[in-house]
């Protein structure tokens, strides 16, 4: 009696062949069976037995393992995760339906899911659209909206990069670190050298003497993040570039920006590996500065790592990251919990993240409260960049933390007993064009649509003063 079990996998099988350049007849003559045959299964109309696996396996040297594993079970987690956006809300998708979706039909799916991904992109860059220079003419293309854009219409979550990166991770330790790694494998030597040498460079790569040289006035945790960055860059680099592929950038430096932005996402990763970071995560309640002690980091470094825990079916809180300068100017913008940030002018000044300059260094906690009624918890804290000797220049920022109130209770800032809870959250808005609380004293601006009245018989403790109409 045969012990072969048959498993239904034509999809799999229509696209290693495909894969391999050939035809169902090229196939056929290769395992000795009809091209017929071939087509069946391709159809799910005959079973692919394991006699079938083992000659596949054989024949094109393929590991039988990977060949026969369940490997849809992403592309599924992944359908899912964009079947929950409010678009589709009114349609009716059982789970059952979406994996015969996805194991039936993988290359409909996969056009699917790059269809839902570009139409998110434009989504966000008509967002960003309606800003007009002199003249009315087009406001010229801005490279660090066009990398925003790429991160958000992602989500900040990049699971090829993730999956890499835990490889190499391993790889790493069981060299005993990052330096031995790169002289093993690379025959790279590190070095710290003082900043006039480096010639205001933090990291160079040095081919001809194969040499890293690193700032040796930065700090553990930027040494140890500038070695894993050139790491993704030397072992990495195409999983980097991958999701780039097919995206159209109106500027070069677009792209650049959005290839650095990977590449850092691919160091962090390697410090920071998905599953034990996101496990450590869980475990210590989302406390960044515990976290950052665990894995040698910044506090910023966690910060950011946070946004990423988002892999479909592997998901964690959905954490939104911004940094500001004492200024107000966003350097660096992060969502992966539907937090909407201005896109144009500046930010509420109510938010604790523009106030927390004046308590350096301390973990401000703050429940926010969007006119529409969303509410969200958020921690803020300075963090500063440079320095590392005296006369050093230093440059100060903020950043703020937050996820939505749905997930607060599952970090560890919300169980103080004596902090205030999401009843005393404060009123803020996106950007005051767009925020109609009309009595803030805070307000910079009116709001988009309301009449301003005049102020000869009345004036109004707000700024403005408008109409009910």
Not at 224 to 243: H, K, S
Not at 295 to 308: N, P
Request: with cysteine; charged share 25%; proline share 6%.
């Amino acid at each position: 009696m045969s012990n072969d079990r048959p498993v239904y996998m034509g999809p799999r099988l229509r696209r290693l062949r495909r894969d391999l350049g050939l035809t169902q007849a090229n196939m056929a003559t290769d395992l000795d069976i009809s091209p017929s045959y071939v087509a069946l299964i391709e159809r799910n109309q005959r079973p692919l037995t394991a006699d079938m696996l083992l000659r596949l396996a054989r024949t094109y040297r393929l590991d039988m393992a990977t060949l026969a594993s369940d490997n849809g079970s992403d592309t599924i987690a992944r359908l899912q995760t964009v079947l929950r956006d409010p678009m589709f809300a009114d349609v009716d998708m059982p789970a059952i339906e979406t994996a015969d979706v996805v194991n039936g039909f993988p290359g409909i799916t996969e056009a699917f899911l790059r269809l839902y991904t570009a139409y998110r992109e434009e989504h966000l860059a008509l967002a960003d659209q309606g800003a007009e220079g002199p003249g009315g003419e087009s406001a010229p293309a801005d490279p660090v909206a066009e990398a925003r854009r790429f991160l958000a219409a992602r989500r900040n979550n990049f699971p090829a990069i993730d999956d890499a990166a835990e490889v190499l991770a391993a790889a790493v330790a069981d060299a005993g670190g990052l330096v031995a790694y790169l002289r093993e494998r690379h025959k790279l030597r590190v070095r710290r050298l003082p900043s006039d040498v480096m010639g205001g460079a933090m990291r160079r790569f040095d081919r001809h003497r194969d040499e890293v040289l690193l700032d040796d006035t930065l700090d553990n945790a930027s040494q140890t993040f500038q070695l894993a960055l050139q790491l993704a860059y030397l072992d990495l680099r195409g999983v980097v570039d991958a999701p780039m592929a097919g995206s159209r950038f109106t500027t070069a430096n677009g792209e650049r920006l959005t290839q650095k932005a990977l590449a850092s996402y691919a160091a962090a990763a390697i410090l920071m590996p998905y599953t034990a970071f996101a496990r450590a995560a869980e475990r210590r309640s989302y406390d960044v500065e515990a976290l950052a002690r665990q894995f040698g980091a910044s506090f910023e470094q966690v910060a950011h790592r946070l946004t990423t825990l988002q892999k479909p079916g592997d998901n964690y809180v959905p954490f939104f990251f911004i940094r500001v300068d004492p200024a107000g100017n966003v350097s660096k913008r992060l969502d992966g919990a539907g937090f909407p940030f201005a896109r144009h002018g500046g930010g509420c000044p109510l938010w604790s993240v523009h106030q927390v300059f004046r308590r350096p260094r301390e973990i401000v906690t703050q429940w926010i409260e969007l006119p529409e009624g969303q509410r969200f918890f958020s921690i803020a804290r300075t963090v500063t960049a440079g320095g590392g000797a005296f006369g050093a220049a230093r440059v100060e920022r903020a950043i703020a933390l937050g996820c939505s109130a749905e997930h607060a209770a599952r970090l560890i800032y919300t169980r103080d007993p004596l902090s205030p809870g999401p009843d005393t959250a404060t009123p803020i808005g996106v950007t005051c064009h767009l925020c109609h609380r009309t009595h803030c004293t805070a307000r910079s601006a009116p709001p988009i649509g309301r009449t301003v009245l005049p102020d000869d018989f009345r004036r109004a403790s707000a700024p403005f003063g408008f109409s009910d109409i």
